[in-house]
Every structure is written in structure tokens, then in C-alpha cells.
């Protein structure tokens, strides 16, 4: 017989139960969010993935590339053009002032000389009286400095001191004269010789050769 409890003293409540079944429902509504949230983000694009299906590319407009390109082509074939120009040019520029300095350096009066010549050829009919006392060589441009010339030796086979003019062409392959120039010798004795450039002013090309035209013994 078990002994009655004494009054006024009651057993506490058992709670383990309802314990257990608020922890289950909230485990249970847990897992349902999970499950809800996984199915959403598998199904639903992300925003980077999205982004790459939906845009395209996008073709070049043709008519702005050619407007855009167009114009320093253009520039840049002017700009070509005016330096192949500038070239030629200076190229030219460049062969005249050779020639020059090598007149100058030849002799002082070289320029005098030739003027002479030229003004002594002026009413010189056919190709003159002193074609057999003339003739000419070509120098080498190595030693000219690049400059076409040609030696011209003079012989005095009269009795008498003279002077000497020629004309010298410049021509190309065809024949066609590019250049003129005039070359003298003055007061060249008798029995001597005497010799003298004819220096071409052209650039280097085309190729000229030297051709003697004219000679005046006066």
C-alpha cells in the first residue's frame, strides 16, 4: 500500500512532451523554407546568365566605319604624295647644288669661261670647225661626289694661242636632251692642251650620258 503524499506538495507537470512537438514543427517548417528556397533558385536565372542570353551583338553600321576611315586615308595618301614630291625635289635640289660645288672647286672661273663659250656658239652654224680638236670622257661618279660629268680635253693643233667653246647635251635613253651646257677653254697655246668639265645639274634619274654636239675654235 503506497503511502499517500503528503498535502500541500504536487509533482511538477511533465513537459518533454510538448518540448518535442515544438521542436518537430519547427524543424518541419525549416526544411519547407529550404525547399522552397532551393526550388527558387535553381529554376529562376541567375542575373550574370540572364545578362549573357539576352544581349547580342551588335553589327557595325558599314556607312559610319567608311565615313570614319575614309577620311585619314585620304590623309594619309596626300601626305604620301607630298612627301614623295618633297623628295623629288630635294633630290633635284640636292644634284644642282653638287654640281655646283664641284664647278667651284674646279676653277674659279669656270663660269665665266662657259658663258664665254655659250656666246661664242650663238651664230655657230652646223657642228663648228673644231670637232677633231676636241673630245671627252666620262669621269666616275665616285669621284665627283655623285655628279654626272664628263672631261672635255681641248688640243690646240694651229700656230696660234686660242680660245676654244663647245656644246654639250645631256640626253636619256631615247635621245631626248635634257640639258644643255656650254663649256670654253681661253687662250690655249699652240701645241697644248687644255681640259674642262661639262657638269650636268640633273638628278640621278633617269640615267643621262654626255654628247658632244658643237665645237668652235674663234
Known sequence: MNPMPPRGKRRPARRRPAV?????????????????????????????????????????????????????LKSQASEAAESARASASAAEASASERADEFEASVSADTERANQ??????????????????????????????????????FTNRTDKTADFAVQVDFVDSSGKTAETRYVGTENLEPGKRAQRYAISHE????????????AQRY
Do not use: Y
Open 20 to 72: 518535442s512537438a515544438a521542436l518537430t514543427l519547427a524543424a518541419t517548417v525549416t526544411a519547407a523554407a529550404a525547399l522552397v528556397s532551393c526550388s527558387t533558385d535553381s529554376d529562376a536565372p541567375s542575373a550574370e546568365g540572364s545578362r549573357t542570353v539576352s544581349e547580342r551583338p551588335t553589327a557595325p553600321d558599314s556607312s559610319s566605319f567608311s565615313e570614319k576611315t575614309a577620311s585619314p
Open 203 to 214: 638628278p640621278p634619274e633617269p640615267k643621262l650620258s654626255a654628247k658632244l654636239v658643237k
Open 116 to 153: 664665254a663659250a655659250k656666246d661664242a656658239l650663238k651664230d655657230v652654224d652646223g657642228r663648228g670647225n673644231a670637232m677633231s680638236d676636241v673630245s671627252m670622257t666620262g669621269k666616275p661618279r665616285s669621284e665627283t661626289g655623285g655628279v654626272l660629268a664628263s672631261v672635255v680635253t
